[in-house]
């Protein structure tokens, strides 16, 4: 079956990298996203990365996957306290409806 | 201009009453679905729904049920409310074929008391 893991939470200060992961179960995912959530407001789509990339860069987001592993990581460059929110990996499979399937969340603090 | 609107924002609502949550899209995306999301902001797929095929996470009781009167509208329809329904509902879309994920709505927060 379809599992998506990340850690719960992290801390860092501004300026810093932050490093957020997610471990999938589904060897025949074909892309795995990253989605942001502000409090109060609904997900937004951050990045994406194709099942035969190893790393994707966009600015200050840099995607690494590890698919011998299933392991996705989110690194986020000179974190600032607008980065503070609720950063989901998700993962779409062959499945039908082209459904994703999101891990639990991983809640960034960046402290000025 | 909003992209998914979601309607209402907010829904306090007592046990056992039915209610709806209105979706509506202007991206002419082909699916739509329906998430909920739980106090400790898990997300699980309830629906996913376009002009072809419904498919429905076998774990949604049978009081939730979607709705379309059009490619552009998925509702979502809750009979007998219970307690444990409270959460926060998102709408998304996607066009058929996605690569690029979901457009999300801002979500309905619902409180059943």
């Known amino acids: 079956g379809e599992d998506v893991e990340q850690s719960l939470f992290l801390s860092v200060r501004e300026g810093d990298s932050s490093v957020i992961n997610c471990t999938y179960t589904d060897s025949s995912s074909t892309y795995l996203y990253w989605y942001k959530q502000e409090p109060g407001a609904g997900l937004q789509l951050l990045t994406y990365i194709f099942s035969n990339m190893d790393m994707k860069q966009d600015q200050r987001l840099t995607v690494l996957l590890n698919k011998k592993d299933k392991h996705l990581s989110l690194r986020i460059a000179d974190t600032q306290t607008g980065d503070s929110a609720i950063y989901f990996c998700a993962e779409r499979t062959g499945n039908a409806g082209n459904m994703l399937t999101f891990g639990g969340g991983t809640r960034l603090m960046v402290k000025p | 201009d909003t992209a998914v609107s979601q309607t209402p924002k907010y829904l306090v609502t007592q046990m056992g009453n039915d209610k709806s949550i209105k979706c509506e899209q202007n991206l002419g995306h082909d699916t739509m679905y329906w998430y909920k999301q739980d106090s400790k902001k898990f997300l699980k797929i309830m629906f996913s729904y376009n002009n072809k095929e419904l498919i429905i996470n076998e774990t949604v009781p049978n009081r939730f049920s979607p709705k379309s009167p059009d490619k552009a509208h998925l509702n979502l329809h809750i009979n007998s409310l219970e307690l444990g329904d409270s959460a926060v509902y998102f709408c998304?879309?996607?066009?058929?074929?996605?690569?690029?994920?979901?457009?999300f709505g801002s979500g309905t927060r619902l409180t059943v008391v």
């Open positions: 998304a879309s996607s066009r058929e074929g996605v690569v690029y994920g979901y457009t």
